[in-house]
């Protein structure tokens, strides 16, 4: 297809040129994380004892300690612990995350924003789908050495529209803080193989990584009754590299191709139907999608590394097929061109003063003539301007920036964000935070796809947010940090679906009441003694447009991971259990079409795993996902997988 030939342009650059995202605090540049016997490394970047946040500042890195807003790192470490495969799970671990999926999409929301309210950043590229205004993030599959970063609140100051939410960043590992060979195979129920290869090198100016992951399985029933197992197999081909040509002048390139064939079941659309508007078997149904991700920058610096120059270009190509025993059913192709410079320049060692400027532009066609939709190609395209500001002193620190975003279909967007923390003790900090965010309306909600079944509306409006949030990081002995968050947001002229009178057929409309988003996010890390560590988390929402709940937004969501890992890491266990509050949703089993609401009902899921050392670097694990084998619903109608369990064994050299 027409991305394997973008993908065979870039791949070798990534594999040759890059930099390390270079930051300094106090005068002090920090070096690479380096592997030490099995274990991984926790950023890409590090000081001792210190983690940090590559996408909190357009300056690429910033001490988590010294962040205002609020931000969780899944490191290397709990990836592996929780033998996390697929991305969408463990970020069920996060306050203020709520995960649906069914078979083609997995969403995710934060803080009761929308999916496509989510900005989601993969080696520093913007990944979402042109067309659906989203990242299919059930695609994104744990590679070895990799980190997530969530950053929940209002970016889009920052990164412009696509961040009302917050920020999502996956960062695979540089071959440098993972060199060596590692593999891993697996197998288990549901004829599920699931497969990874690694190789990372490095030398004095330059170091390279390439990943390779494989996921197949027949997958089971997710119709009420059904006897169809849906399956699916996902391919994901990545790399990576960086080398410095002289002393303060580097390149950088990424580039990752993902591939996803899968079965679905379709609703039951005839109304003399008794299962009208549920999901059934629907054999020879299925999805294809393709993506071609790729990154080039340049990175220089000058005064002693005072002052950085980076400048990076980026494209993203999707195309999304949907079939039908009578052929293809639908047919779409995404493509982005991105290009950004920023310059931070720190004055005095506390003060961080950074500009950027962005082109960005997305296109859209719908590949597919015989849906009687439009099929021409449609483009929008925006320039951005960044300015941020950043002071990290003992006494407190403090955060603000702005952004002014051009568009040349929708009016010009101003956003802000403003944050404040200040340590009151030496073991309690309390931080605020306020900002503002913007989502412009995407294609298929401006032109409409299938003809008779959903009419675009070309007189949408972007939607806009503003929000705030207070929270209090407390250190209890060495051990523990327990942080606790109250955030609130408004968000204004919300897109959703509509069905007029007198044909009923959908069609997308700006509301004219407000939309509001409030809750309590609790987060706690402790380590329990020398072999045991815990992470858990809840999260209250109360989300609601014109005091009507919003669907798919779970008022509590909770989870927590208890680890013992044996004495010179020889063996380990880890029990995750994740629970899921009542949801409202909507359902379609009116002929009319017109959508009924529903509750789906609370649910608990349970996971456990152990690894144990065959010999040195060689490892054998198991792990057993839902184990009470509880059928729940993410999205009406469609049932979520059962009991499942896989045993493998993985290397590293």
Not at 490 to 511: K, Q, W, Y
Request: charged share 20%; proline share 4%; net charge negative.
């Amino acid at each position: 297809m027409r991305n394997f030939v973008l993908l065979s342009s870039v791949a070798g650059a990534a594999l040759v040129w890059a930099v390390p995202v270079m930051a300094q605090e106090d005068g002090k540049t920090p070096g690479q994380c380096y592997v030490t016997g099995d274990e991984v490394s926790e950023s890409l970047l590090c000081y001792p004892g210190k983690d940090i946040l590559v996408s909190a500042s357009r300056d690429a890195s910033l001490l988590r300690e010294d962040f205002t807003g609020s931000a969780l790192v899944i490191t290397a470490q709990q990836l592996e612990a929780r033998q996390t495969r697929d991305i969408a799970d463990v970020l069920r671990d996060v306050p203020g995350v709520a995960v649906a999926g069914i078979p083609g999409q997995t969403q995710i929301r934060l803080r009761g924003s929308e999916g496509n309210h989510v900005l989601v950043l993969v080696d520093g590229i913007e990944v979402s789908d042109p067309f659906a205004g989203e990242f299919d993030v059930g695609t994104l599959q744990a590679e070895v050495g990799a980190r997530v970063e969530v950053l929940r609140g209002p970016q889009s100051a920052l990164y412009g529209p696509d961040a009302i939410g917050g920020v999502i960043a996956y960062e695979s590992a540089s071959g440098r803080a993972v060199p060596g060979f590692a593999a891993r195979i697996e197998g288990g129920t549901d004829s599920t193989i699931n497969g990874a290869l690694r190789y990372g090198a490095a030398g004095d100016s330059w170091d390279a990584a390439l990943s390779a992951t494989v996921v197949s399985t027949d997958g089971q029933p997710n119709a009420q009754n059904g006897t169809r197992e849906v399956g699916r197999d996902s391919y994901t081909l990545s790399g990576k590299g960086n080398v410095e040509l002289a002393e303060g002048l580097a390149l950088r390139a990424a580039a990752r191709f993902i591939r996803t064939e899968g079965q679905f079941n379709d609703s039951d659309f005839d109304p003399a139907s008794p299962t009208f508007g549920f999901t059934i078997d629907s054999p020879g149904v299925g999805y294809v999608n393709e993506a071609v991700y790729a990154l080039v920058g340049a990175r220089a610096e000058v005064l002693e590394g005072r002052w950085t120059h980076d400048l990076s270009a980026q494209v993203a190509e999707i195309d999304r097929e949907t079939e039908s025993p009578f052929g293809l059913t639908s047919a779409s192709e995404g493509d982005r061109v991105k290009a950004s410079y920023v310059t931070a320049l720190r004055i005095a060692d506390d003060h961080n003063v950074t500009f950027a400027a962005d082109y960005e532009r997305e296109s859209f066609r719908n590949a597919l003539a015989a849906s009687g939709g439009f099929t021409g190609r449609r483009a929008v395209e925006q320039v951005g301007f960044v300015g941020e500001y950043r002071y990290s002193g003992e006494a407190f620190d403090l955060s603000a920036a702005l952004r002014h975003d051009l568009n040349d279909r929708f009016r010009d967007a101003t956003t802000f964000r403003v944050g404040a923390g200040y340590p009151v003790t030496d073991s309690t900090r309390l931080r605020a935070a306020a900002g503002s965010g913007v989502k412009n309306p995407g294609f298929f909600e401006l032109y409409g796809f299938v003809s008779g079944q959903f009419i675009g509306n070309e007189a949408l409006r972007p939607e806009k947010s503003t929000g705030w949030e207070v929270g209090v990081d407390q250190e209890l002995g060495d051990t523990t940090l327990l942080s606790v968050i109250y955030f609130d947001s408004t968000l204004e002229g919300e897109i959703f679906t509509t069905f007029p009178p007198p044909n009923f057929i959908a069609t997308p409309a700006n509301r004219t009441t407000e939309s509001q988003q409030r809750g309590v996010e609790v987060s706690l890390t402790a380590k329990l003694a020398e072999q045991w560590s815990l992470d858990a988390a809840y999260s209250y929402l109360d989300a609601e447009e014109n005091g009507v709940e919003e669907v798919r937004r779970p008022q509590h969501i909770a989870s927590a991971a208890l680890t013992w890992a044996a004495p010179g890491d020889a063996a380990s266990a880890t029990l995750v259990v994740r629970h899921n509050g009542a949801t409202p949703d909507v359902a379609f089993i009116d002929p009319s079409f017109i959508p009924v609401r529903v509750t789906l009902g609370d649910y608990t899921l349970v996971n456990v795993n152990a690894r144990a050392r065959l010999a040195e670097g060689i490892n054998a694990f198991a792990r057993v996902e839902n184990l009470l084998d509880q059928r729940y619903e993410q999205v009406f109608s469609f049932v979520s997988p059962g009991r499942s369990a896989v045993v493998g064994v993985e290397a590293r050299f």
